[in-house]
């Protein structure tokens, strides 16, 4: 049974707004630190914001920061991404992670233990 299942992609113009969603199963969500990755066709998959487990500290990726936001909600097992003001270099499969540990030197970024399978975000010009 899939653990993490995204929502919320689609097409969106440039200077739109999504809220992706990742609802949580079968694990301890609370436990967690979840977090967001995209990836572009010929890209290596990229970090784009995680949030802690405990404290729910966020942490962005320097081409996200000031446009997207994540939160959590332990009490639903959910994680979102209010994507704002998106740019077609934005435009990527994103996927929900959960994992155990939150880095940030020297940059953000998370590994992750559980994917999602994705969910495609267009942006068009």
């Known amino acids: 049974q899939e653990q993490l299942v995204e929502s919320g992609g689609g097409l969106v113009q440039a200077g739109g707004s999504l809220r992706l969603s990742c609802a949580a199963s079968?694990?301890?969500?609370?436990?967690?630190?979840m977090g967001w990755f995209r990836q572009s066709p010929g890209k290596e998959r990229e970090f784009v914001a995680a949030?802690?487990?405990?404290?729910?500290?966020?942490h962005y990726a320097d081409s996200v920061k000031g446009r997207f936001t994540i939160s959590r909600d332990n009490t639903y097992r959910r994680v979102y991404l209010q994507m704002n003001t998106l740019k077609p270099e934005d435009t990527a499969v994103y996927y929900c992670a959960a994992g155990s540990t939150v880095t940030t030197i020297p940059s953000p970024g998370m590994t992750a233990t559980y994917w999602g399978r994705g969910t495609q975000v267009t942006v068009s010009s």
């Open positions: 079968e694990l301890t969500f609370s436990n967690y630190h």
């Open positions: 949030i802690t487990r405990a404290l729910g500290d966020t």
